[in-house]
């Protein structure tokens, strides 16, 4: 479907189109309904509906120079960007813009790696560079670091730590956003900034530390609308000796309580990875009694829990627990998280897991030994990119909410209990939130849980019930404290109306910003909930 950009006809887009190609060259600029196909949401639960999002055309630079001309370029027509590094962004938008007739910004011609050092641990990075790029790049020259990927690992490091985007190493390394040190920017008026020690001629330290002097903006360009990002740096985690796992299983529902706080307190004190908790029940959920027990309303007793597992003959809970180091710390390190938790919590087990070297074989990135299955991404834990992910996605994808809470067993219970219930129109949303559903500890200090409903674009009935189910789910987390992480461009302003402490003074505060640096709205207007005066209404 052929749109226009916000008040432009279709004479002066012609003349714009033409002044892109004119900086890019002609090869690099589409704008047929054939051509621009990739920059549609795949995964939207409004496909060929009147909500859906459309870009007007598509343009790719090659350098930081030709992102200014485009800059300025489309601040003389009033032309929106949308920039995107790779556009693999599935399940939150993928490519798609806030704006229908926006351009997207394709910046994945900009794909150099510009420097890796495995001695002080960083590299820096264009918006280009896949997960895939940086690894082959670090194993192509031997370099002793590992780096720290999301599912799947085609994406781009700047794209994912700009929507603050996870890993499954350990916690410094998992926020990708809080791992990342100083950044280069084109702003909206097309001059080119960089932040912390890069605005230092000549600094030595860029990616070393990332605050520079005076206040920091960089926070300002994650899930952010106030520049483009041509080049970041990132804090590598060195590559560890050995890697070893280790599943701990309590009996009982309440266990879970103590369970949680004990690896909180591994994790915070930099002894583990990624702990990856699970529900042997949830095994269960397929037996239509243990169901209707699991999604009861007001939630079960733990009293009826607890006879299930034992019924079955299973724990109520486990943590897979992961440690990276020399091999005698790894050792020593599972061996005090068994003596710490089993003599806190009776009829707790240890069940050692895997255990090697590093770099790990392609067999051992493959198999895992423990008895309960949990779903360890061990490509993921140890820092090798994969695709593996796409086995988990049916229809034509999903999209994704991750309600944020705090890592404590009584607010996964709470959360369990409250979105079930005010869920309880959408059949689809028992599968997720019920009495088994365990938390995600990707980020470093908080929790997630996943609601990541199914979309089928020939299912239009289908896809409409998730919408509503989402709009609702945003809704009623923000109602008990829990905010989304992370939104399509459909669902940001429904989740930034949310975080509305003080009559919205943040949002107030983010517009008078864009109102500043970006009168016109040239850069992603309506990105994370950010509308510039132009667009406001």
């Known amino acids: 479907m052929a749109v226009l950009p916000p008040d432009l006809d279709a004479a002066n887009f012609a003349r714009f189109l033409e002044e892109l190609r004119g900086a890019v060259g002609a090869d690099w600029v589409w704008s047929s309904e ?104 670090i194993k192509d020259n031997g370099l002793k670091v590992m780096i720290d990927c999301p599912d799947p690992g085609w994406g781009s490091p700047i794209g994912n730590s700009l929507e603050r985007g996870i890993g499954y190493t350990m916690p410094q390394f998992r926020d990708h956003f809080g791992a990342s040190c100083g950044m280069e920017v084109v702003l909206p008026n097309g001059e080119v900034m960089r932040t912390g020690m890069g605005a230092l001629p000549g600094s030595q330290s860029w990616q070393e530390y990332k605050y520079g002097f005076g206040p920091d903006p960089s926070g300002l360009f994650a899930q952010g609308n106030f520049g483009i990002v041509t080049k970041m740096g990132f804090r590598l985690m060195p590559l560890p000796e050995y890697y070893r796992t280790g599943l701990i299983t309590v009996p009982r529902r309440r266990d879970f309580v103590k369970l949680v706080e004990h690896v909180n307190y591994l994790s915070d004190s930099s002894l583990i990875g990624e702990a990856v908790y699970g529900s042997p029940l949830a095994a269960l959920m397929g037996d239509k009694s243990f169901y209707a027990l699991a999604t009861k309303v007001g939630g079960p007793s733990d009293a009826e829990m607890d006879a299930a597992a034992n019924k079955a003959g299973l724990p109520s809970w486990q943590v897979d627990l992961q440690f990276f180091g020399p091999e005698a710390a790894t050792r020593e390190n599972w061996e005090y998280a068994k003596q710490r938790i089993l003599a806190d919590i009776p009829g707790a087990k240890a069940i050692d897991g895997d255990h090697f070297p590093l770099p790990a074989t392609e067999e051992q990135l493959l198999n895992t030994t423990q008895p309960y299955k949990t779903g360890i991404r061990r490509y993921g834990a140890l820092g090798v990119p994969s695709l593996g992910i796409w086995r988990i996605v049916s229809g034509n994808g999903h999209v994704g909410f991750f309600p944020v809470l705090p890592r404590s067993g009584e607010a996964v219970f709470e959360m369990q209990r409250a979105m079930c219930d005010g869920l309880r129109e959408f059949p689809l949303a028992g599968r997720f939130f019920n009495a088994t559903t365990a938390p995600l500890y990707w980020h470093s200090y908080a929790f997630q849980m996943v609601f990541a409903p199914s979309v ?12 509503a189910a989402m709009k609702k789910a945003v809704a009623l987390a923000a109602e008990h404290g829990w905010g989304d ?36 709205g040239i850069v992603a207007p309506g990105r994370g909930g950010i509308w510039p005066r132009r667009f406001r209404k």
Do not use: C
Not at 456 to 462: C, I, Q, S, V, Y
Not at 486 to 512: G, M, W
């Open 485 to 520: 992480y992370r939104a399509a461009p459909i669902y940001q302003d429904d989740v930034a109306d949310t975080y509305s402490f003080n009559n919205h003074a943040l949002r107030r505060f983010h517009e008078q910003l864009k109102d500043a640096i970006d009168p016109d």
């Open 34 to 137: 054939e051509d621009l196909g990739p920059y549609r949401d795949s995964f939207s639960p409004v496909w060929n509906q009147a909500e859906e999002r459309h870009a007007s055309a598509a343009v790719a630079p090659a350098d930081v120079e030709q992102v200014q001309a485009i800059v300025r370029i489309a601040g003389r027509y009033k032309v929106p960007l949308f920039p995107i590094s790779t556009g693999k962004n599935f399940g939150y938008g993928g490519p798609s813009p806030n704006v229908t007739g926006s351009v997207v910004l394709d910046l994945k011609r900009m794909n150099r790696v510009l420097e890796v050092d495995d001695k002080r641990h960083f590299a820096l990075v264009e918006p280009g560079v896949s997960y895939f790029d940086l690894y082959r790049h």
């Open 456 to 467: 089928k674009h020939d299912d239009p009935a289908l896809n409409a019930q998730v919408h």
